[in-house]
């Protein structure tokens, strides 16, 4: 992945806390908001990249996150915690685009079955299998599916998570551990 230059250059804005610059977004300043894309794009685009495996689809998301929060920023409860608040959108957008891929299966993507794994059968039992894990994934607590969704689709570092969601690591943990156990025990019939 090309390494992100910034070569706007420095403004007064660019010194100016999270806070002060969410309230003033808040307020329409496209300056307060210009000056957060720049310390937080990057960052965004990095992790939608990862997760996404595409960089087109990274910017993409990356861009509808950023028009959907400068329409929301007066809806931001703690103006300090803009990253985070920024990361789970982004996390959620990604997730959401990764299961829009799984419903749009194109024709042309199919050549015939060459293996025993790949018979009709098989993937209509894998289908059914997804199906029934996306189910029980989107019946988890809000805060389990975002750190099961962030470690298990995207391979984020428990300490990534864990600032990413303004949380402790031990909180990712105990996170995870309850969303794995679920997700075992709901797919028990699947084994």
Known sequence: MPKVVDVRPA???????????????ADGDVAAFEALVYRHGALMRVYAAKVLGSEAEADDVVQDVFIQAWGQFDRLHDPRAVRSWLMRMVS????????????????????APTKATES???VVEVRMQLGALSAVVDRLPEMQRQCWALKEIGGVP???????LDIPISTVRGQLARARRTIIQEMEAWR
């Open 11 to 25: 403004g007064p804005l660019d010194d100016a806390p999270d806070g002060i610059l969410a309230a003033r977004a």
């Open 92 to 111: 959620n957008r990604s997730i959401e685009r990764i299961r829009k891929r799984k419903d749009h299966v194109s024709v042309d993507d199919w050549d």
């Open 120 to 122: 009709p059968e098989h």
């Open 158 to 164: 428990y300490a990534d998570i864990a600032e990413q």
